[in-house]
């Protein structure tokens, strides 16, 4: 950590108010120092420029940051297991620059690392995919060949060898992936295995191939190396296992030699969401507290765990051992360093957006954190002491203005902030007001305690007209004044049940009981679950657990009680998009379809296609597929994009106001909503002014 990053965070010693979290676990001989297990995550680093120095950057942030374990992302036992073409394996005489760079980012700190390995099984996007059964994932263009007996013994002879090498080049452990719908996990689950081998059959032999890995690795490694199995604690499919499966699998992997249980929920492929927004905070720990009562081994409880408060409680209630935060260590990577000083209320926490993490994995892209561009990019994001120091305007207070005013301040720039409205946010409060997206809230709270403990004048309802900014004697300007709702060419769309999205999510206006939303991009899928559910809640676990029937008692094979069921909607919507084809099409890849599955539930009409003819008194006229028609409604909401508010720049510009002035967020480009963007180039900008 640099000087002006160690300064710029102002933390203070303090007594830590997380003391389960922080106490230190010493199990096969291995000291943690505290709780706190940075799950494995696919990051793709490896594949970008300077790939040994941007290993080694991102895992020491994450040591330094005081986690107590790291497991990496997934390393395949064998070419046929690898996720992708590309994807790292570590066999005989593979190259291990990268093993070293990580194990190399531990040195000299308490923090231990243990290497992942995982076979993709029939997720492995590559023709020489192999699964228990020739079945084809749903999610995976490939079809998987079947393994041969002697293949499967084969298979768990590599496991064995890759944990060795794992040994020698310098790690303190292995996780075996169990779960997840990956290779173990389909030998497991009967959808997945329709053998009549000795790893087939009933539940002894489809358990046979977890034990045998189990106890082939134990007996390569010795007992003085940890050994962790990441167990499938609710597969959440149909044909899953069951919980007293679960429970035996549990017992008898722990038996052949396993030291740790790490819990996963869910495959891939699952009708249900398990990390994202709409999850709520520790969903899952029902299936920890279960697994922990089966077994004599320390467990460790997962998904979507992002505060140390919840952390702790989870620990200090019996639930589980140890806490694994993935995504949340993205986020933040001194998540442990200031939850241990008491400073939890300047964490950058997760919102379990998805965004740019699995959204950029799906798209063979690496991972980074909308929060934090600085994840997987931290030899882009020095934070180098200002040189000079500057005196910086920026004008509007959203994520790109806050984002920029941040990370110049964190550089030691005098940095004065300018908002119009009574209150900082921007766009972002119009986020947090759509329903389960309350952890943008945590988003405004890093923010504005940000701007208050690095100094940042913040000057509310203050216009920063080109007089005031030029009167200022400041040596630069940043503009991040953000956008306008576009306004629609249709005849009758200044009637009075016409409104922008702005007036429904920020300013709260009325809306009636039929509705028509125009526009299916992000922010109309968000207007439409503002009006059918309760605005402004956070997600909880009695109302998801019914919602999407599962069975908290693991009784039925999944977990899954029943079928997602109808839902009752507040109001009638219908939404309408002029370009043909499915609507939502362009919404993220791995939580849009919860939005789509939502309204389908809701009985929500879909148009595309539409023409828009006029608005009256009866409703939107349109016209689909050449046949007119007139959708009637209360109120009609517009939700057709935006245009870049850039009233303060031409103002500054016909002054001929002598001072460099950068245009960023979305006053900059404004075709989507798009904070992922802003906060990125807001944060690459402060580096360089």
């Not at 108010?17 to 001989?29: D, R």
């Not at 599962?550 to 039925?556: E, G, I, K, M, Q």
Request: with cysteine; glycine share 8%.
């Amino acid at each position: 950590m640099t000087a002006a990053a160690d300064n710029s965070a102002s933390i203070r010693d303090a007594r830590s108010p997380y003391s389960y979290l922080m106490s230190p676990l010493t199990v096969a001989g291995l000291t943690l120092a505290n709780r706190c297990v940075m799950g494995a995550m696919h990051t793709r680093i490896e594949t970008l420029d300077h790939p040994a120095e941007r290993l080694y950057a991102f895992y020491r942030a994450r040591t330094e940051g005081e986690v107590g374990l790291i497991l990496t992302g997934g390393i395949a036992p064998n070419v046929e297991g690898r996720l992708e073409d590309d994807a790292p394996v570590l066999i005989k005489g593979s190259a291990h620059w990268s093993h070293d760079a990580i194990i190399a980012a531990t040195a000299g700190t308490q923090t231990k690392v243990c290497m992942q390995i995982l076979h993709a099984g029939r997720y492995a996007k590559h023709a020489d995919c192999v699964a228990p059964s020739a079945i084809k994932a749903r999610i995976n263009k490939f079809a998987p060949r079947a393994l041969t007996s002697d293949e499967v013994w084969r298979t768990i002879a590599d496991y064995a060898d890759t944990a060795a090498i794992a040994r020698e080049l310098g790690y303190h452990g292995v996780e075996i992936m169990g779960s997840e719908g990956y290779l173990i996990n389909q030998f497991m689950a009967p959808r997945t295995n329709e053998r009549e081998d000795e790893f087939g059959g009933g539940s002894e032999g489809r358990m046979r191939f977890a034990i045998e890995i189990v106890k082939a690795v134990r007996q390569r490694v010795g007992t003085d190396f940890l050994l962790i199995f990441r167990i499938s604690a609710m597969d959440l499919v149909e044909d899953g296992m069951n919980g007293a499966e679960t429970a035996e699998l549990a017992r008898r992997v722990s038996a052949a030699g396993a030291d740790m249980l790490n819990t996963g929920i869910g495959w891939h492929e699952a009708p249900i969401p398990t990390v994202a927004h709409v999850v709520p905070r520790a969903a899952w720990a029902f299936t920890t507290k279960m697994l922990k009562s089966a077994v004599d081994v320390p467990v460790i409880a997962s998904n979507r765990i992002n505060d140390p408060a919840v952390a702790n409680s989870l620990i200090e209630e019996g639930v589980a051992d140890l806490v694994s935060m993935a995504r949340p260590l993205l986020a933040d990577a001194e998540f442990m360093k200031k939850a241990r000083l008491g400073r939890a209320d300047i964490i950058n926490t997760c919102i379990a957006c998805n965004q740019a993490c699995l959204d950029r994995i799906f798209v063979a892209e690496s991972a980074s954190c909308l929060v934090n561009p600085a994840a997987g990019h931290e030899i882009e994001f020095p934070f180098l002491p200002a040189d000079p120091v500057k005196r910086i305007a920026v004008v509007g207070a959203g994520a790109a203005g806050m984002a920029f005013a941040v990370a110049a301040a964190r550089r030691g720039h005098h940095v004065t902030l300018f908002e119009a409205a009574d209150q900082v946010g921007g766009q972002l409060l119009m986020a947090r007001a759509v329903p389960l997206k309350s952890e943008f809230n945590e988003t405004l709270r890093f923010f504005r305690n940000s701007l208050v403990e690095l100094g940042v004048e913040v000057r509310l309802r203050c216009h920063a007209s080109a007089a005031l900014l030029k009167s200022g004697a400041f040596d630069e300007i940043v503009l991040a004044t953000g956008v306008n709702p576009r306004e629609l060419d249709i005849p009758g769309i200044r009637h009075e049940q016409v409104l922008d999205y702005s007036d429904v999510l920020l300013r709260g206006a009325p809306v009636g009981a039929r509705v028509a939303i125009i526009g299916a991009g992000g922010i109309g899928f968000d207007v439409a679950e503002f009006l059918l559910e309760t605005p402004f809640s956070a997600p909880e676990l009695g109302e998801f657990v019914d919602d999407y029937g599962l069975d908290p008692t693991l009784t039925a094979r999944g977990g899954l009680a029943r079928g997602l069921a109808k839902l009752k909607p507040r109001r009638q919507i219908t939404m309408l998009q002029r370009r043909p084809g499915r609507l939502g099409a362009g919404l993220a890849i791995s939580t849009g379809w919860i939005g789509k599955q939502k309204l389908a539930r809701y009985g929500v009409e879909m148009i595309s296609g539409a023409s828009y003819r006029k608005i009256d008194d009866v409703g939107l006229h349109i016209v689909v597929d050449g046949t007119p028609r007139i959708v009637e409604t209360d109120s009609i909401i517009v939700c057709a994009g935006q245009e870049s508010e850039r009233s303060v720049y031409l103002e500054l510009e016909s002054a001929g106001a002598n001072i460099p002035i950068h245009v960023i967020g979305g006053a900059d480009v404004a075709v989507e909503l798009d904070a992922m963007r802003a906060i990125d180039q807001a944060s690459r900008l402060a580096q360089v002014v």
